[in-house]
C-alpha cells in the first residue's frame, strides 16, 4: 500500500495516537486510493468526507485493539470478555 502511513498502535507507536496522527493516515490512504493528492473542486466534497469516515474508523479500530501483554489500558476492564469494545 503506502509506505508513508505508519502503524499507530501500540508498541509500534509507544503512545497514543493523536488525532493529527489519524487524520494524516486518514490523508495518505484517500490521496493514494484515488490518485489524487489534492482533488479538483468538483471533487473535494467528497474527498474530504471520505478523509474524515476513515479517520473515524481509524479511531475506532484503534480504541477497540487488544495489545496483549501491553498490560490493561486506561479505562478498560480487565474482566470484559474479549470483543467486548467491538460491541
Known sequence: M????????PPVL??????E???????QY?????GFRAPAAHNREVFDRAVEEIAEATARLLGGIEV????A??????SASPGAALA
Open 73 to 78: 489500558r486506561a479505562g478498560t476492564d480487565a
Open 21 to 27: 496522527d489519524i487524520r494524516a493516515a486518514a490523508l
Open 30 to 34: 484517500v490521496r493514494k486510493v484515488s
Open 68 to 71: 496483549r501483554g501491553a498490560g
Open 14 to 19: 509507544p503512545e497514543e495516537a493523536t488525532e
Open 2 to 9: 503506502c509506505r508513508s502511513i505508519k502503524t499507530l498502535r
